[in-house]
């Protein structure tokens, strides 16, 4: 079992409707989760990061945190079409940042 | 400028050869890191250092070496250049603590001929 793991995708979102992004890990002892968003060629830049099961939300985005089911979320509401990129999932582990293979979003005009 | 700078930015090399590759931050961060991206496989991790005396191996360390000269600069090395390690790779840093949330830099594209 992958550490981190994301569907590959393309996920295909109408623009203006929510776009859920879903990562599952394997160690219960990670401590911090992140979503990055990279466009292609370019460098990822965070998002948000949550350490609390719950709910963190910052502008259209929401991170969902489930430690019991090892689940972590991203929820993009009014999706634009400049959402659509690749948005990886990583997960901290005994200091070390470990990414899942990323989904790719597709936002249809 | 960037806070975390690669150079060089694009390079094309043949098997066999030794390249460097070389990263700068201006973030005042204790962490460094090298990863290397590519199609299908996300981000691996190659090395990581948390301060100038402390190097750590990553996922696929196998074929690199690394060299922290200082708090703010940590290169990567191909002793030997092979085909398969043609990527994208990419350097990063972090705080220690505030979560570790990692800073890129913008890439290095490296084809090995």
């Known amino acids: 079992q992958k550490e981190v793991e994301q569907n590959s995708g393309p996920l295909s979102v109408p623009e203006g409707a929510i776009a859920s992004l879903n990562c599952t890990y394997s160690?219960?002892?990670?401590?911090?989760f992140f979503w990055y968003r990279q466009y292609s060629g370019k460098s990822p830049e965070l998002i948000m990061f949550i350490y609390s099961n719950g709910d963190k939300e910052d502008g259209r985005f929401t991170a969902q945190l489930n430690k019991a089911s090892q689940y972590v979320s991203l929820l993009i509401r009014d999706s634009q079409p400049s959402d659509s990129a690749t948005y990886l999932c990583a997960v901290k582990r005994d200091d070390k940042i470990i990414f899942g293979k990323g989904t790719r979003l597709h936002i249809l005009p | 400028d960037a806070d975390v700078t690669q150079t060089p930015r694009n390079r094309i090399t043949k098997t066999g050869k030794r390249i460097m590759l070389e990263c700068s931050q201006t973030?005042?961060?204790?962490?460094m890191y090298w990863y290397r991206q590519d199609p299908g496989l996300g981000l691996r991790l190659i090395y990581y250092?948390?301060?100038?005396?402390?190097?750590n191996k990553g996922e696929i360390s196998d074929g690199y070496s690394v060299s922290r000269q200082a708090q703010a600069k940590f290169s990567l090395s191909l002793e030997s250049a092979i085909p398969n390690q043609t990527a994208l790779y990419f350097c990063a840093t972090s705080e220690t603590g505030a979560g570790n949330t990692i800073y890129f830099g913008e890439g290095s594209w490296l084809t090995v001929v």
């Open positions: 160690d219960r002892g990670s401590q911090s």
């Open positions: 973030k005042g961060h204790d962490r």
């Open positions: 250092s948390f301060d100038v005396k402390d190097i």
